[in-house]
């Protein structure tokens, strides 16, 4: 019985990595579409974040009532509940803006493009890093500061990423309030970032808490 | 009138029970991996099992220590250690019960102008030093091996919980076993020379005397572990230091490796064989133990953790304890005889009642040269 459960949560707790993981992936794909002009890939790409984000919703309420319905982990339960629910907000941080993206249509200038997809780029590196990570959490406390390095860097990478485009925008020749919906959209892309970030700061202390 | 006085030796057995079961199981209760009326049940069950399968190699140590040969005697030492053990573990204190009885024996020898066996004393008494520096040593071990397999093997955090657990189950029934077979001699030690019980068959199985007193033993101390252990749970699993899964799971294999060690005839003979010094089979204290094996662990993680108040606390418990059992044996001899009239010694009755309880264990013990264990104190208990 007991084995029984820590196997199905095993089976969840992958799966709802799995979920964030193509979530940063499509969530890729919809702003590279988005640029490219590929409207209707865009549109399909976005329901298909929003039914991930879904997913990952239903998998993370499911673990954590198995967790506290088969009393699973009572040192560590509290931790891995806080990882999963911190994690949601990366996916779900992408949803949101993959949706105002749909509903705002922002006019994104030809001169943006380059640096939009560089920031997206570095925004998902990160938020695949730390699905790594987090797996890391689980089987191999060794390897997680190897991935919770590069969840570091590649916040970096964002935050410079997007703050160039910020001094673009705000050099460009037009109304102030094109440019700050258009840093509207650089922040809330960069947020992603930052929040896979503060995911891997929980991490880094429970991973800590676990090796002492 | 045998079971009137044995009443007090219910109690001590109850009294164990109830600090010692935390022993076992505290750690594993402390860190919420085992519910504490799953460990009550398997804690009695294997207590017994272990009383009744292995429970003399230590009553013959403890036999050797005093001469406690009449019932109403017997009765007071056994109440004295059960009340000191009742005692501390109302103050939330793992005591050891072997250091209450050999108090309260000692007690007993001093009031009656007994001689006391140094020779079994020095053993006993080095035990509880040896005993605490063993288990820290065995954690440390188990711990780093344990850590090394875990961190090889790269077990999913789920799947190391349920192997843990299962594990906890496994060496806390295996402490229990080992408790019962060390720590019934402290219970039931005193009352084997005047124990009523003979030797009896049960479904083609030979059961002695001295079996039958450890039955009732090993209940009274799984009535104990049931009804009154969450006191001392509450210190050792949680107030001395804060203890992980993995953690407990290596503290309570590593105290009842000590346990069994010192109880198992088995083994010591396997040593004998090789040709190794024997190991004393003495009834060891598994509060030492256990304090020992936390104590081992917090060393390996550099001593952080540790609390040391608590600590001195229980370290204070273990010098008052024999202290405190043998001044309330002493003291209530005397009211048993001069107010009472009753006779607190007698030599002769317990000669031949010992004789009847075990002879086998006795021939097999000079075979294989054990002096210390055939020598007449056996008759002198």
Redesign the interface.
């Known amino acids: 019985m ?2 029984k459960q ?1 196997k199905i ?2 089976n969840e ?1 992958d799966e709802y990595l799995d979920t964030v993981s193509e979530g940063a992936l499509v969530f890729r794909q919809c702003i590279d579409e988005y640029l490219n002009g590929e409207k209707e890939k865009f549109e399909t790409h976005r329901v298909a974040l929003s039914n991930l984000e879904k997913k990952a919703d239903s998998l993370r309420r499911g673990i954590e009532n198995r967790l506290y319905t088969h ?6 339960r509290g931790d ?1 509940l806080g990882i999963l629910e911190s994690i949601d907000n990366v996916i779900d941080t992408a949803k949101k803006t993959s949706t105002q993206f749909s509903i705002e249509l922002p006019e994104i200038p030809e001169e943006l493009r380059r640096e939009f997809i560089t920031l997206t780029m570095h925004v998902t590196q990160g938020a695949e890093s730390l699905v790594l990570a987090t797996r890391a ?6 390897a997680v500061k190897d991935h919770l390095h590069k969840v570091y860097f590649y916040e970096k990478e964002a935050d410079r990423a997007a703050e160039n485009l910020n001094r673009s925008i705000f050099k460009m020749g037009c109304d102030l309030c094109y440019k700050y919906q258009l840093r509207h959209f650089v922040i809330n892309v960069d947020k992603i970032a930052d929040r896979s970030e503060a995911v891997a700061d929980r991490i880094a202390i429970y991973t800590i808490k676990r090796t ?1 | 009138m045998f079971f009137i006085y044995l009443s007090s030796g219910l109690f001590l057995g109850w009294s164990l029970g109830a600090n010692d079961a935390a022993n076992v199981f505290g750690t594993a209760v402390g860190s919420k991996m085992l519910r504490l009326r799953t460990v009550a049940i398997i804690c009695g069950i294997f207590v017994i099992l272990g009383a009744v399968i292995s429970g003399a190699g230590p009553t013959q140590t403890l036999k050797e220590l005093g001469a406690v040969d009449a019932m109403a005697g017997s009765f007071m030492v056994a109440l004295s250690a059960a009340f000191t053990v009742w005692r501390m573990t109302k103050l939330k204190i793992p005591v050891s019960t072997s250091q209450a009885i050999v108090g309260a024996i000692i007690g007993w020898n001093l009031y009656t102008n007994s001689p006391t066996d140094l020779n079994s004393l020095t053993k006993i008494v080095l035990t509880w030093i040896v005993c605490p520096v063993l288990a820290a040593l065995l954690s440390m071990v188990i711990y780093l091996v344990v850590r090394l397999i875990v961190n090889k093997l790269k077990i999913h955090l789920l799947r190391l919980d349920t192997y843990n657990r299962v594990g906890l189950i496994i060496v806390g029934a295996f402490g229990s076993y080992s408790l019962g077979a060390n720590n019934i001699a402290n219970v039931m030690g005193v009352f084997i020379p005047v124990s009523p019980f003979k030797d009896t068959s049960l479904l083609g199985i030979n059961i002695s005397g001295a079996q039958q007193l450890f039955f009732i033993g090993g209940v009274a101390i799984a009535v104990g572990a049931y009804t009154y252990s969450h006191k001392v749970i509450d210190t050792v699993g949680k107030s001395l230091m804060k203890i992980s899964p993995v953690s407990a799971l290596v503290v309570v294999l590593s105290q009842a490796l000590v346990l069994f060690i010192f109880a198992s005839e088995r083994l010591r003979d396997l040593l004998v064989s090789y040709g190794l010094p024997p190991l004393p089979l003495v009834p060891v204290s598994s509060s030492q133990a256990i304090v020992g094996a936390i104590i081992g662990l917090g060393i390996l993680k550099g001593g952080r953790g540790l609390r040391y108040r608590v600590l001195g606390e229980i370290s204070l418990g273990w010098l008052i304890t024999p202290v405190m059992a043998g001044i309330i044996a002493f003291v209530s001899l005397f009211f048993l005889q001069n107010v009472f009239k009753m006779e607190i010694n007698s030599t002769k009755v317990s000669d031949v009642r010992y004789n009847n309880v075990n002879p086998g264990k006795l021939h097999r013990q000079t075979n294989i040269g054990q002096q210390t264990l055939v020598k007449p104190a056996i008759f002198t208990y």
Request: glycine content about 4%.
């Open positions: 007991l084995f820590s949560l095993i707790i009393s699973l982990m009572p040192e560590n891995v959490f689980f089987r191999d406390l060794g002492v």
